[in-house]
Every structure is written in structure tokens, then in C-alpha cells.
């Protein structure tokens, strides 16, 4: 119980100190598709997150790639998907130069929120208790994600 009080006095104080960073890094999203949903972008540019167990792409399968909704960057293969339970589609590992990561502290707990590379919009958080032998679960939006099936 201390310990957890004590965590989120640590996540408020680094939060105010990060502050002036997380503005600068918002300036540098911008959004590309223009057909992109309220909810989308409230993902994407917003920090926000689709309700678990909502996302069409949770039982998706096939082979093939997760592309970034907004500017269509090559995110994450099939071979890299796994069901964590969470209600999220969940990833072991992201394709190399994807993602560009942020420590966040919001709600009192530390996590590491990832950014698309190109884009810069939020895509979702990456926690070190993953199954496989990467030991990472990336935890993304469904909405933030267009799967391409490979033919
Ligand atoms: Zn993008």
C-alpha cells in the first residue's frame, strides 16, 4: 500500500518535469489520412485508447503486416502476433525502426508509450512480460492499425 502511494507521488512529481517535453512532442504529430475517424484520432493524436475486447483485428490470423492507420508505416508482422487475453492486439515485437518510445506517467504508474516513427502518433504502451523470448508486449490500439494481408 506505501509502496503504491509512493509511486504515485514519484509519477506526479516526473510527470510535471516532463511536461514541457510531452508538448514539445505533440507539435511534431500531424495528421496524414484525412479520413480518420473522431475516435481515431483521439487514439492517435490524443493519447487515448479504444475499449478492450472492441477491436476487429483481435481474432485476425492471415499473414501479413499492421500498417500505421494514420500514414500507412509498416508496423508489426503476423508471425509477431500473439493473444495476451488483455482485449488488445497484442504484438512480441515491432518491425526494426518502427516505433520511437516515451516514458509516461500518467495515472500514477510508469509505462513506456510508443510513438510511430514517421507519423509520431500513439499508437499504444510496450510492457517487459511477454510470452516469448523477445519478453515484450506491445499493446496496441486496434484502431491505430490497417492489416494488409499478404497474397
Ligand atoms: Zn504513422
Known amino acids: 500500500m506505501r509502496r503504491k502511494f509512493f509511486k504515485i507521488i ?3 512529481i516526473f510527470g510535471v518535469f516532463l511536461a514541457p517535453y510531452s508538448i514539445v512532442y505533440a507539435v511534431s504529430k500531424k495528421i496524414i489520412n ?16 479504444e475499449k478492450p475486447f472492441t477491436s476487429s483485428l ?3 490470423k492471415r499473414k501479413g503486416f499492421y500498417h500505421c492507420a494514420n500514414c500507412g508505416n509498416k508496423l508489426f508482422s503476423s508471425e509477431a502476433k500473439f493473444d495476451s487475453g488483455t482485449g488488445w492486439p497484442s504484438f512480441s515485437e515491432a ?5 520511437k518510445t516515451k516514458v509516461d506517467f500518467s495515472f500514477g504508474m510508469m509505462r513506456t508509450e510508443y510513438h510511430c516513427a514517421k507519423c509520431g502518433a500513439h499508437h499504444g504502451h510496450v510492457f ?10 506491445f499493446c496496441n490500439n486496434g484502431l491505430c492499425l490497417i492489416f494488409k494481408p499478404s497474397s
Open 58 to 60: 483481435l481474432h485476425e
Open 128 to 137: 517487459n512480460d511477454g510470452p516469448t523470448k523477445t519478453k515484450k508486449r
Open 95 to 99: 518491425l526494426p525502426g518502427a516505433f
Open 10 to 12: 514519484l509519477g506526479s
Open 34 to 49: 484525412k479520413n480518420l475517424t473522431d475516435e481515431q484520432k483521439e487514439i492517435l493524436f490524443n493519447e487515448g485508447t
